[in-house]
């Protein structure tokens, strides 16, 4: 039996032919398969075959998956070709059987990496052609230098696609016509239905080629079953995927050998112009309407957040010098920057999508660059309903606490949703109120009119000139704002925050990291004290009377992001002298369908039911 071992620890990869039944995992020299790590058990799983079919058995309880699902000791998993074992930082893979060809899935690895061999070395002869830095500014302005780099790239590909195999051109013509039919996807779904492929300032694309590709890839789109809607966005993606892997094969055997060598060319090429121009590999995962997160660990792997669960791209970087050029063309913009002496920063891409970078000495396996995008299409409260993050009476219930002016802290943990929800209930205030927001990196998205934005600002190279969120909240409390949104509350600011929820800024907005609802009181706690020296007691007071709701959000282990937790701030106890919180609604069981009313009712309930901010139905 022949399998494909991939250590993630030093990115190697290598084959295995073991005539062993069963096959024994581990960190012994005795098994059939040996790993060296400690993470690993000294026989930590096997593989037996039963009939035609093959399982896999923990040995151990240090840890096995199959297929990213865990396996328990006394349950063996079935492993189909194809699947993964998980073991510690490898990965093992059956990829024949008895000699015969590998599976379709290892074919593809194998085809994707000479692929990518040729970009590499057509990248490089590029380079060398144009006497080109690698991590030189481009300007994209020039179209006479544009021009000569679609030029040279194009003489380059030309001669070099004459000799490819054929196995890889068709990956590459499957890969380029997946992207481009995906993208048409989006594009109809935003209501262009228009499609043009040509660059704007490249004149070497044949008309009569793209006219054709045009073609093929509407007439692709036009068989699958799609809705077209932007709120449809990603069950359309989901449908175009698994639909074009059975079109395909098909459409494939009736292409022209002419369009297939275009298809392939415009491939590369676009690749390879993306590292130039662009981005490189994160490009098209950063148009993908569906992927939320970006992860970027070393020029080797690439995972990216989709529908709520990581899972890792086959698209990598050249190397680590090209990954750092893209890392700068993404934080001049926005005037950051990051080397030896600043080896971590934060900054965000043009849409507000969020990027963290952190380098070498810091980080032990070269780059690491983190992107938490925002949707082309904002979440709105229908959207959460829908995906079951809470409730409609939920929904109305927070809808008129932010039209009755409460004050409201969204807490959570990372990427559990604060900033989205933070957005959507943002955009039910009035649009006759003056709003001002208050971010690290600007994030949000709102709708009304009358919207003042500001953003922090680090220290430059001679370490001066930062701006603090705390000095952005002082500011703010002179520019006459009706609410106060402050992104994230971290640090010192926490003072400045609730000093404007206590001096007539009611309606004000925030969240802070915190497991629950008791941990973000206390945590709050925590932050104030770092801007002053000053009694528990008063803390509390100052807490209790500036908060309102505290809104509870959680990420569950399928990628589900749900509200589980909705509490007045209430009181302190006077035996504990803790801050007491009243549940209003509270999600107790992840399997439960939606948040459950506890019978509390808010001490503001009356006045806003009164006014008819909401009614008193939410509670039933």
Request: aromatic share 4%.
């Amino acid at each position: 039996m022949q399998f494909w071992l991939y250590d993630h620890g030093s990115n190697t990869r290598t084959t295995l032919d073991i005539d062993a039944d069963p096959v024994v995992i581990g960190r012994e020299d005795g098994c059939h398969v040996t790993l060296k790590s400690p993470f690993v058990a000294r026989r930590h799983a096997r593989i037996v075959r039963r009939g035609n079919q093959l399982f896999v058995e923990a040995l151990s309880r240090a840890g096995t998956r199959v297929a990213n699902r865990e396996v328990h000791p006394g349950t063996p998993a079935r492993l189909d070709f194809g699947d993964e074992v998980q073991v510690g930082q490898f990965s093992l893979a059956p990829v024949g059987r008895d000699g015969q060809a590998n599976t379709e899935s290892e074919d593809e690895r194998l085809l994707h990496d000479r692929l990518m061999e040729l970009e590499r070395v057509a990248h490089a002869e590029l380079i060398d052609r144009m006497n080109l830095r690698v991590t030189g500014h481009l300007s994209k302005r020039d179209p006479k230098f544009i021009a000569e780099v679609y030029q040279q790239l194009d003489e380059i590909l030309r001669q070099r696609i004459e000799e490819l195999d054929p196995h890889v051109a068709m990956l590459a013509c499957k890969t380029h016509l997946r992207r481009l039919v995906l993208a048409e996807v989006v594009r109809q779904c935003q209501g262009k239905v228009a499609t043009d492929y040509r660059r704007a300032d490249d004149r070497l694309q044949d008309a009569a080629m793209e006219q054709r590709t045009a073609e093929r890839v509407n007439g692709l789109v036009d068989m699958m079953p799609l809705l077209f809607d932007p709120t449809s966005v990603g069950e359309d993606l989901a449908v175009a995927e698994e639909a074009f892997e059975e079109l395909f094969p098909n459409d494939y055997r009736d292409m022209p050998g002419p369009l297939r060598r275009y298809l392939v060319q415009q491939m590369i090429a676009k690749d390879i112009q993306d590292i130039l121009l662009g981005l490189g590999p994160l490009t098209d995962l950063l148009a993908m309407p569906t992927v939320s997160e970006v992860m970027v660990v070393g020029k080797d792997r690439i995972y990216i957040e989709k529908n709520g669960v990581i899972q890792p791209t086959t698209r990598t970087f050249f190397s680590d010098e090209i990954l750092l050029s893209i890392i700068e063309r993404i934080l001049t913009p926005v005037g950051r920057r990051v080397d030896t002496s600043t080896p971590l920063v934060d900054a965000r891409l043009n849409d507000g999508s969020r990027v963290n970078v952190v380098i070498p000495p810091l980080s032990l396996v070269g780059p690491v660059m983190t992107i938490r995008k925002f949707g082309w299409v904002p979440f709105t409260m229908d959207d959460l309903v829908e995906r079951g993050s809470l409730s409609e009476p939920v929904a109305r219930f927070l809808q008129g606490c932010v039209l009755g002016r409460s004050n409201v802290i969204i807490s959570g943990g990372t990427g559990s949703g604060k900033t989205t929800l933070l957005n959507v209930l943002s955009a039910y205030a009035r649009p006759s109120e003056r709003i001002i927001t208050v971010e690290e990196s600007a994030e949000l998205q709102l709708p009304q009119p009358h919207v003042v934005k500001l953003e922090g600002r680090p220290a430059n190279v001679e370490g001066r000139g930062a701006i603090t969120i705390r000095e952005l909240v002082r500011n703010a409390l002179r520019m006459r704002p009706d609410r106060i949104i402050i992104g994230e509350v971290r640090g010192p600011e926490a003072l400045d925050m609730l000093q404007a929820m206590n001096t007539g800024h009611d309606g004000s907005l925030s969240t802070v990291h915190a497991n629950n609802s008791h941990d973000a009181m206390k945590r709050l706690e925590a932050l104030v004290l770092m801007a002053v020296d000053m009694p528990i007691r008063a803390i509390r007071e100052q807490v209790v009377t500036a908060i309102d709701l505290v809104v509870q959000v959680s990420r569950f282990a399928d990628g589900r992001r749900r509200v589980t937790q909705i509490s007045e701030v209430t009181s302190i106890d006077p035996q504990t002298e803790q801050i007491r919180l009243e549940d209003v609604f509270v999600l107790r069981d992840p399997q439960q369908e939606r948040l459950r009313h506890t019978g509390y009712i808010p001490t503001f309930a009356s006045d806003m039911i009164e006014h008819g901010v909401f009614d008193v139905d939410v509670f039933l």
